[in-house]
């Protein structure tokens, strides 16, 4: 089987749940979208119920059509969904595969919901499809994303400048991210025995 139709699997530990994106998900996803903290980095902005409805259905767009495994994160202390994370560029014939997409409603921040979610979309990635590269960027004027991904032991590699366009008209640069698999068992054992993703 190809990535694209191993990378959408539903994971989960005792902290959180992760699974594929589904249609009916639009309105619990809805009732935490309208948070205009969460896309100030984003390629796009969501201030309006026709602002999400767009995205919703570019999103899922998106998973049917294999260009992103879409995961719909749950809270499982509350039950509550928390928000998306997503395989994308999913360059298997490389072995490479970024992990980002990445949001959460505002209850559910500073709480290590972030932190597990990309545990297990890690080691998805590394011990079931057989990734040797994973990898992440965000915006380099997110300085609360960077800090989050050296946390989880991602290596910072370098900026690509004028990476793409953002709202409002600035061009953003892109910082990126990576875990290599030589590098996974130590990720591994650190994010599992940390007490910051413990709750």
């Known amino acids: 089987m190809s990535w694209t ?3 959408p699997a539903t994971l989960e530990n005792e902290h959180v749940l992760l699974r594929p994106i589904e249609p ?44 992103r495994a879409v995961f719909v994160i749950t809270d499982k202390h509350s039950g509550q969904v928390a928000g998306s994370m997503s395989f994308g560029n999913m360059a298997e014939a490389d072995r ?17 919901i972030n932190r597990w979610a990309k545990y297990l979309l890690m080691e998805h990635a590394f011990e079931r499809l057989g990734a040797e590269r994973v990898e992440f960027k ?16 991602a290596t910072e590699e370098g900026t690509l400048r004028s990476f ?36």
């Open 5 to 7: 139709e191993l990378a």
């Open 138 to 153: 965000t915006d380099q004027l997110n300085d609360q994303a960077r800090r989050g991904l050296r946390n989880i032991g």
């Open 24 to 67: 009916g998900d639009r309105a619990a996803l809805r009732t935490i979208a309208l948070d205009a903290h969460i896309w100030r980095y984003f390629v796009n902005r969501v201030e309006t119920d026709a602002d999400y409805e767009a995205f919703f259905d570019a999103t899922l767009a998106d998973h049917a059509t294999g260009r």
């Open 164 to 199: 793409n366009p953002m709202p409002g008209g600035r061009r953003r640069d892109a910082v990126f991210y990576s875990v290599l698999r030589a590098e996974w068992p130590h990720v591994k054992e650190q994010l599992a025995t940390s007490p910051k993703v413990r709750r």
């Open 96 to 112: 490479r595969i970024e992990v980002g997409w990445s949001w959460l409603g505002r209850d559910f921040r500073g709480r290590g």
